[in-house]
């Protein structure tokens, strides 16, 4: 017979249900034989063209004659699970793989152990990441603790200071701080009263601003409670009005100036044309010189002290080669008013003299209808601080206010005197003065 057959035979049933007196299986322990056992193949051999006698898998009467034994491959063990055992008590006959199944081949082996590998090694990183984050974020954790605990050991001294102690430290600093940022708004204070006393000129505008900071500057000082925000923002508050109030003042003085320069200008211009008259008329003017200047014997019985001890001037002479208009009167109430005046700023009284050379001057200017300082007419020198005005309607008081107008006139009538010279001299209305200090 040609083809692979089985290795054994199959047990027949029928015959397995015989009597006590059936032989054992091959995996059983049967009766000791005289005659070598057979060997049973565990593989199907290669096929051979002559019939394979079959080997029973159940021991049989012993023959007298030996049996022979087929060869066979060594095989592997088989990795299958033992099956059940069958009914009746018998032992399993392993079975062989049948013909047709090929043998599971090695690299499907090798692929499932690579799989296998794989997942175990990515389970391990995954594993080993997680504790390197976990060791990452317990050393940071470590680290803010020791920060921490450094900060409350360096606070540590602070904290167990006496109370007391840091309150008297904190207030003896807040009290000089008050007593600084004091002392800078006084002094501002102090500045902006001393701008308006010498910027009379300056208008009603910028000196009303001005007042009002230094006002609200001095009542933040004389509060019970006020903080240090609002000295320092009153103390700023009196920059700004008092630079308005300087510029305003300098803009008049600038103008004032200007006004007296051309007063002086066309007072010259006036005495020159007097004075080419006078030289034209010869000597019929000077025959008339006597009727002109009749009205000036009057002036002495005009003229008074300003007050008792004060010095009386006699009438002036004729003016030489100058016309001269006006009467002479007393100088008592325009020293009074200018110690007034001085005394209104802090300053004691001057003695007030009645000067000839003071009155003949204002009359000049009175011919003249002009104003202009004595010192700078040619051949009479400055021998003192000067000063010369008119106002009209005429007033003792209007004169000395109109003199404390003028930043320069006003320095004067304030300076550091004694005497003051003074002529005064009416005409159309208007006061004429001329007042030098020594």
């Known amino acids: 017979m040609s083809g692979r057959q089985d290795s054994g035979a199959r047990p027949d049933t029928a015959a397995g249900t015989g009597t006590t007196g059936v032989p054992g299986l091959p995996t059983q322990a049967g009766p000791v034989a005289s005659a070598p056992a057979p060997v049973v193949p565990t593989q199907a051999g290669p096929a051979v063209s002559a019939p394979t006698p079959l080997v029973?898998?159940?021991?049989?009467?012993?023959?007298?004659?030996?049996?022979?034994?087929?060869?066979?491959?060594?095989?592997?063990?088989?990795?299958?699970?033992?099956?059940?055992?069958?009914?009746?008590?018998?032992?399993?006959?392993?079975?062989?793989?049948?013909?047709?199944?090929?043998?599971?081949?090695?690299?499907?082996?090798?692929?499932?152990?690579?799989?296998?590998?794989?997942?175990?090694?990515?389970?391990?990183?995954?594993?080993?990441?997680?504790?390197?984050?976990?060791?990452?974020?317990?050393?940071?954790?470590?680290?803010?603790?020791?920060?921490?605990?450094?900060?409350?050991?360096?606070?540590?001294?602070?904290?167990?200071?006496?109370?007391?102690?840091?309150?008297?430290?904190?207030?003896?600093?807040?009290?000089?701080?008050?007593?600084?940022?004091?002392?800078?708004?006084?002094?501002?204070?102090?500045?902006?009263?001393?701008?308006?006393?010498?910027?009379?000129?300056?208008?009603?505008?910028?000196?009303?601003?001005?007042?009002?900071?230094?006002?609200?500057?001095?009542?933040?000082?004389?509060?019970?409670?006020?903080?240090?925000?609002?000295?320092?923002?009153?103390?700023?508050?009196?920059?700004?009005?008092?630079?308005?109030?300087?510029?305003?003042?300098?803009?008049?003085?600038?103008?004032?100036?200007?006004?007296?320069?051309?007063?002086?200008?066309?007072?010259?211009?006036?005495?020159?044309?007097?004075?080419?008259?006078?030289?034209?008329?010869g000597s019929g003017t000077a025959a008339r010189a006597p009727r002109a200047s009749a009205p000036r014997p009057a002036a002495p019985r005009a003229a008074a002290p300003a007050r008792p001890g004060a010095a009386a001037a006699p009438a002036p002479a004729p003016a030489a080669g100058l016309p001269v208009a006006g009467s002479v009167v007393g100088v008592g109430d325009v020293g009074a008013a200018l110690n007034a005046h001085r005394a209104a700023n802090g300053l004691g009284g001057l003695s007030i003299v009645s000067s000839g050379a003071r009155a003949e001057h204002a009359m000049q200017m009175a011919a003249s209808d002009s104003i202009w300082h004595s010192g700078t007419r040619a051949g009479s020198p400055k021998a003192r601080p000067e000063i010369v005005g008119r106002v009209s309607p005429a007033s003792a008081s209007r004169m000395i206010a109109a003199y404390a107008a003028s930043d320069g006139h006003n320095r004067q009538m304030l300076g550091s005197y004694s005497t003051a010279y003074i002529g005064v001299v009416l005409h159309d209305g208007w006061m004429y003065t001329s007042i030098t200090f020594g």
């Open 56 to 281: 029973p898998t159940q021991a049989g009467p012993v023959a007298s004659a030996p049996t022979p034994v087929v060869p066979t491959r060594a095989a592997r063990p088989a990795s299958a699970p033992p099956a059940a055992p069958r009914a009746g008590d018998l032992g399993h006959v392993p079975q062989q793989r049948p013909a047709g199944v090929p043998p599971r081949p090695q690299r499907a082996r090798r692929a499932t152990a690579l799989v296998a590998t794989a997942a175990v090694l990515a389970t391990a990183g995954t594993v080993w990441a997680a504790d390197q984050d976990h060791r990452a974020r317990a050393a940071a954790e470590a680290a803010a603790d020791a920060r921490v605990a450094a900060a409350v050991q360096a606070s540590a001294a602070d904290v167990a200071a006496p109370r007391a102690d840091t309150a008297h430290a904190g207030a003896a600093v807040a009290t000089g701080q008050r007593a600084d940022v004091a002392a800078a708004t006084r002094a501002a204070a102090d500045r902006a009263v001393a701008t308006l006393a010498a910027s009379a000129q300056a208008g009603d505008g910028p000196r009303a601003t001005l007042q009002q900071a230094v006002d609200a500057a001095s009542g933040a000082l004389g509060a019970p409670a006020v903080s240090l925000t609002t000295l320092r923002a009153t103390t700023a508050a009196i920059a700004a009005p008092e630079q308005a109030v300087v510029e305003a003042q300098a803009a008049w003085q600038a103008a004032e100036d200007a006004r007296l320069a051309a007063e002086r200008a066309a007072a010259e211009q006036a005495a020159a044309a007097a004075a080419a008259r006078a030289s034209a008329r």
